[in-house]
């Protein structure tokens, strides 16, 4: 009789595109949502939090670099009977699509405007690559309701005001701000777009707005294939171009290559381009309103710019984009210097919420990629790695656990992060390592001795050496960071360990 096979034991290991995150990167990140949220906070945002489900209906087309519903999210056909039965649901891909079904959905009881934020993981189905995952943090503020360009300012303002919040100086970080109406009316012009007929050419107009998003990555020459008949990359895949004549794609390629020395002179070069076009000229006056409006608050180009060749990639922005590029230098994997890049973007979305009721609703708004920001900071050597780790009570008496859970119930009362060791005591050295591989900035013990005299020993880890494997209880007593101290006086003398550490 042949034996049953064993099942096989699965594979301990992240699927493709995550990663997982221990306790300081999980700490940093946190701390830095906090920081974002305090800003958002103070320029009157309230806060909002939608599920990470939503149906494929509500997340609509508005997918990045792709053309299909379901394709680029995690998706599922839902089970069952009913109405909704075989609807298609799947993970959000960003933050914004929620809130146009949030604001659709509740419109009635919300204030006129509407002004959120909100923080979370998104998900987006993506071929994942070096420091491209499929699962990331986004910090996102949005405006809904208002169609003055003083909303587009403010989001412009208040990206400033976070980037310096979290540790990014000026100088080190510039906020480019473009309008898709001056693209729409360059398209006007290269006879890519008729405005008597909108829907005509979409697709093209999908591929033209990806490739210009794409500048910075590809190059003059790798967007210009791209306005025509397409472009192959490294690895050997091709990508369909947007089938522009020359001629076209000369008219494209000025409009992105419209930047001059001032505000004022760019703002010039576009309105020549979009001469002619009702909507490429009212985008240039939005421009001209944002700039006005943000010297008034005192930010000028040395933190905010025009720059046409900012366009952002997703389907839905209907009027000024902007994006945050962090300009320091930093090294690759290879140990080349390169730019770190864009850490934020956003911009005008008066559609996406007419959407759902059939009337246009302004909106616009920011995203913040915190995952990438924090990247920048560490990179630059500007974000502490380490995070100090409990302080350990040793166990050198089984017996003696309710004497070890009353230490670090006093030190946690006195807001002290605080441990006993609940590994096997049996071997002393095992619970210095735990407390060394910990982080911890202090160990406590009380044997039997110091029990019996009301002492405990505190021992300094962070001034004293690192504890060998082979430590003995006599050996790290005798070490010249360690302290006696009545057990009385153990949390002050806590306290004034951990106080020295700091400065």
Known sequence: MAKPKKTPRPKAETPKGFRDYFGAEVTTRTEMLQAIAGVYHRYGFDALETSAVETVEALGKFLP?????????????????GERSGDWLALRYDMTAPLARVYAQ??????????????????????PGPGRFRQFYQCDADTVGSASMGADAEICAMLADTLEQVGIPRGDYIIRVNNRKVLNGVMEVAGVLDPANPDAMEAERGIVLRAIDKLDRLGVDGVRALLGEGRKDDSGDFTEGAGLSDAQSDVVMGFMQAKRDSGSATVARLRELVAGSATGETGVDELEQIVELLAA???????????PSVVRGLGYYTGPVY????????????GRKRQFGSVAGGGRYDDLVKRFTGQEVPATGVSIGVDRLLAALTAKGRMDSAVQGPVVVTVMDRDRMADYQAMVAELRQAGIRAEVYLGNPKNFGNQLKYA?????????????????????QIKDLILGAKIAETATHEEWKDR????????DQMLAKVREILEGQDT
Do not use: C
Not at 297 to 307: A, K, N, Q, S, T
């Open 65 to 81: 670099d792709v053309d299909r519903p379901n394709a680029g999210v995690f998706g599922w056909q839902e089970d069952g009977e």
């Open 106 to 127: 509740h419109r009635n009881d919300l204030p006129n405007p509407y002004r959120r934020y909100a923080m979370g993981p998104v998900w987006r189905n993506e071929k």
């Open 297 to 307: 608050g005192g930010y000028g180009p040395d933190r905010i710019e025009i720059d």
């Open 323 to 334: 994006e945050a590029e962090l300009t320091f230098e930093i090294f690759d994997e290879k």
């Open 436 to 456: 060394d591989k910990r982080g911890s900035p202090v160990a406590i013990i009380e044997g039997g001795d110091e029990k019996g005299r009301g002492v405990v």
């Open 480 to 487: 010249p960071s360690q302290f006696e101290v009545p057990r």
